[in-house]
């Protein structure tokens, strides 16, 4: 996304700032005061996916989202660094960078997998660790067959450079964000479906969600999750097709401080369906109050 051309039309964009912390240059929105809590998108998102969610936890919060690197409007600095593992250790540089000591970290998707790697590796901040949110947490290895050749194919899809424009090309892409979405098992307003056809018509986005596909493996953060000391809650919406309730409800139940709120009629993109419900759900969380 270009920062010129797009961003001025962006949620929230009044509140957009760029942050250089090796190896990118950061796309930062940074709202309200108090305790921060820090939002992680999932794969092919951005920051407009807490469109409105920001405001209503920025109540009495400082809320800071982040673009993922090379996703919306962060730029990405080394393609190298689009693992799990890289991108929690980044991220960590930012916070200590803008000096965030965050009470809660809310991930959607495989952005929940980041929030609770970086939770670990800020748990030595002087409030403690961070408290963690994992809305439709994409927190499940592969299975079988697919769990080898689904890497594969994203490896060789992101070592492409025509993919990407092959993916962008074309008309159409209200109608395709549309199908992508109703796959999910969620239901956008126009809005929202017109805010992810922009995103998949821009090569550098699709680029950058490709290889953090490519590169992404979660095997040691699921050997590490057992043993975290970490509270989290885990938010399912009862509709997602695309990460099945089931596995998060599961494995909360082997980890040693984790709820589960599941959410009725939503899909993948609760937050999006839902703000305010979901929204309460954090805060009483981070208050204390969901217990």
């Known amino acids: 996304m270009d920062w010129e051309r797009d961003l ?16 990118h240059r950061w796309h930062v929105q940074e709202v309200g005061e108090g305790d921060t809590i820090l939002l992680l998108h999932g794969a092919g998102a951005s920051t407009h996916t807490w469109r409105d969610v920001i405001p209503l936890l920025a109540v009495g919060h400082r809320v800071v989202a982040v673009d993922m690197p090379g996703q919306g ?6 393609r190298a660094r689009f693992g799990l593992e890289e991108t929690a250790e980044d991220l960590e540089s930012l916070c200590r960078q803008c000096d965030w000591q965050p009470v809660a970290i ?12 970086l939770a670990e590796r800020l748990s030595g901040q002087a409030q403690g660790p961070p ?14 067959l697919a769990g080898l050749l689904y890497p594969l194919i994203a490896k060789a899809l992101a070592a492409v450079p025509l993919t990407a424009m092959a993916f ?3 008309g159409g892409r209200l109608e395709r964000a549309r199908m992508l979405i109703e796959n999910t098992g969620s ?7 017109a805010l992810y056809a922009r995103l998949i018509g821009d090569r ?26 970490l509270d989290c809650l885990f938010i399912n919406g009862a509709r997602d097709k695309a990460v099945p309730p089931q596995h998060s409800t599961d ?10 709120v599941t959410l009725t009629g939503l899909g993948h993109l609760a937050h999006e369906e839902a703000p305010a419900e979901v929204s309460t759900i954090i805060l009483d969380f981070v208050s204390g109050m969901n217990r």
């Open 8 to 23: 001025p039309s962006w949620p929230l964009s009044e509140f957009s700032r760029q942050v250089t912390v090796r190896p």
């Open 73 to 78: 409007f962060t730029r990405v600095g080394s």
């Open 106 to 117: 809310v991930g959607h998707s495989a952005g929940a997998a980041v929030a609770l790697r």
């Open 131 to 144: 408290k963690v949110i994992g809305i439709n947490a994409a927190l499940s290895g592969f299975n079988g």
């Open 168 to 170: 962008t090309l074309g």
């Open 187 to 193: 239901h956008l307003n126009e809005e929202g479906i």
């Open 204 to 229: 550098d986005h699709v680029d950058a969600t490709l290889n953090m596909m490519a590169h992404w493996s979660l095997d040691t953060l699921l050997a590490d999750l057992l043993g975290l000391p």
């Open 251 to 260: 494995l909360a139940k082997r980890m040693v401080n984790t709820r589960v």
